[in-house]
């Protein structure tokens, strides 16, 4: 009777082992049936859309169908989703599951915009990547990576520094070779990001033998990946990424089913009133090899070029700079036709504005670099001459105090030579301790009443006395700067500036880079004596061209002196009252 307990014991308990054993899910099951409360939406569904449906290429080279603001979401089963992505031409596997479903839902409902701006980008960048993993032999699945990784945005930067289309790691990125200094990151390049991406992929598939293990590793690294292995157990080889997806961290584990759900989606976006965005002109580009330090804004500058368009094809240049030399030198892209354009005026491009953008090789203490020692001596000749200047009283004892609203790239020099004042003059008006301005800071400047003040144009205020406010002054609010009265008589300043200028006629095919270059001045100061904003020239036109090594020049150099002496004496007397200050408390 005891042996018949125990053999029926026995039996119910392997029975119940074998019940258990016959319920555990298999792999094939966690595909489907797996569901996940956790699900990490990474940083790219963060992105400013806004601002990338805004953007210089989106406006210039798309043309973006509204639907997807006008029409929601379509309704769609489960079974139409499957059905489409089981006819996906793809390598790789595209399992349907709830957390599949959760990112898909995201995008076709919440992130509808970002679809668009994607779909928008995707017509630049997905050429691209498309030649890189076909050059690979890698499935061309991958292409929607970056989709995911960072919205086809170049210049995404993650929380953890991972940066570039393809977010890669610093660490990471200099194990694949990619540069990355202070100008230049190659993990922003499109082209040398996405070579370095796919070379990594492939090792991975390599390692795996698994394309979803790959993936879930492209995203954790392969050391996270290798733990979640182990602590499933059994062979390695028989596992996918669903066999060890709750082994994963949690943004891991939503890694793969975003991928497949970005797949989904920009295939399937017009099914989800998403509209296709259409190209508005093509996008035509070429490269040429830049052995020289070149600036943005002077390719700008002579080749029409908006600054925006070299940006957006060159995003490895983080300071707009291209620090090439004859022995590294840089790819540069630009559009097709504007490639011999850059052969043909390589000189001008690289001497425009070269005192600005150089870099000086050895520098003496005390030197000031390029045209700043103009604005230099400028105020310097200021400060010796405000003594000389006579002031400019009006009949009957009033004088007119025009507001200056200060503009970009407007200098205290540039403002006093305006409204033929000095410099000192509207430092002592306006209670300014330095020369330096601010752009839309107002200024009082002081002038006659008899200054035409017609010549302000629409935005002048009308004339009222203000006594009670300031003595018997008068207020104008100008935004633009008033024209010189040319019948009064010219003072000592404008005399001293007529002795620093010559005149130069406008010849064909002169431009001011080789006027500047020949009378042994700069651009910038060409620029500023003539009001000149532009860089186009007529034959014919005559030109104010300033001249060193006048009489201007040579007071401007003494006054500099004396005014840094005026400076350090003042500083001295200064921090001795502080100093007093200080023992009497």
Not at 92 to 108: C, S
Not at 115 to 141: I, K
Not at 343 to 365: A, C, H, N, T, W
Not at 556 to 568: E, F, Q, V
Request: net charge positive.
């Amino acid at each position: 009777m005891k042996k018949l307990f125990i053999i029926t014991l026995c039996a119910l308990a392997a029975m119940s082992a074998t019940a258990r054993k016959e319920a555990k899910p298999n792999v094939l099951d966690v595909k489907t049936s797996i569901t996940d409360e956790a699900v990490i939406y990474p940083e790219s569904f963060e992105a400013d859309t806004q601002k990338i449906l805004e953007g210089w290429y989106m406006k210039n080279y798309t043309a973006t169908d509204r639907r997807y603001e006008e029409m929601g979401d379509r309704p769609t089963s489960d079974d139409t989703i499957i059905k489409r992505l089981r006819e996906l031409p793809t390598i790789i596997e595209m399992p349907f599951n709830q957390v599949v479903r959760q990112y898909i839902d995201r995008y076709t409902q919440k992130a509808r915009p970002q679809v668009a701006a994607t779909l928008g980008l995707g017509l630049y960048y997905m050429p691209v990547f498309e030649q890189v993993l076909e050059e690979r032999g890698l499935p061309l699945e991958l292409k929607y990576l970056p989709v995911i990784e960072s919205g086809l945005d170049p210049n995404a930067v993650s929380r953890h520094g991972a940066t570039g289309l393809w977010q890669i790691m610093l660490g990471t990125a200099k194990g694949l070779g990619l540069e990355v200094t202070s100008l230049v990151d190659e993990r922003r390049d499109p082209y040398a990001a996405s070579q370095a991406a796919a070379g990594y992929l492939k090792d991975l598939y390599d390692t795996y033998g698994d394309w979803s293990l790959a993936i879930a590793a492209y995203n954790c690294g392969p050391g996270t990946v290798n733990k979640a292995l182990r602590r499933a157990g059994g062979d390695p080889k028989s596992h996918d990424f669903w066999g060890i997806y709750y082994y994963l961290p949690a943004e891991t584990r939503g890694y793969v089913p975003m991928f497949i759900a970005a797949n989904y989606v920009m295939s399937h976006h017009a099914d989800h009133n998403i509209s296709a965005v259409l190209p508005v002109k093509p996008l035509v580009t070429d490269t040429i090899h830049i052995t020289d330090r070149v600036h943005f804004n002077q390719i700008s500058s002579v080749l029409n070029i908006p600054i925006e368009e070299l940006r957006i094809l060159n995003p490895q240049f983080r300071a707009d700079i291209i620090p090439g030399t004859p022995d590294t030198p840089y790819t540069l892209i630009l559009p097709s036709q504007q490639i011999h354009a850059y052969l043909m005026s390589e000189d001008e491009i690289k001497g425009f504005e070269s005192d600005k953008y150089q870099r000086r090789d050895v520098v003496e203490p005390g030197e000031v670099p390029g045209d700043a020692m103009l604005a230099v001596e400028d105020d310097a000749f200021d400060v010796q001459t405000q003594e000389d200047e006579v002031g400019m009283v009006a009949a009957g004892g009033k004088s007119s105090v025009i507001v200056h609203k200060v503009a970009a790239g407007e200098t205290l020099a540039s403002i006093a030579e305006k409204y033929d004042v000095t410099a000192a003059e509207i430092r002592k008006n306006n209670n300014l301790r330095r020369n330096a301005v601010r752009v839309g800071q107002q200024l009082k400047i002081t002038t006659t009443a008899t200054t035409d003040l017609a010549v302000l144009g629409t935005h002048r205020a009308p004339m009222t006395d203000t006594s009670s406010d300031n003595g018997d002054q008068d207020y104008v609010t100008a935004q633009r700067p008033a024209r010189r009265n040319t019948a009064t008589k010219s003072s000592p300043r404008q005399k001293q500036k007529q002795q620093q200028t010559t005149t130069h006629k406008v010849k064909s095919g002169e431009s001011l880079y080789v006027i500047a270059k020949k009378y042994g001045t700069t651009v910038e100061a060409l620029r500023n004596a003539n009001g000149v904003k532009g860089t186009s020239l007529q034959p014919g036109q005559t030109l104010k061209v300033p001249v060193k090594g006048t009489k201007y020049s040579k007071a401007s150099a003494k006054a500099k002196k004396g005014s840094a002496k005026s400076r350090k004496s003042k500083k001295s007397k200064g921090s001795k009252k502080k100093s007093s200050k200080k023992r009497r408390r």
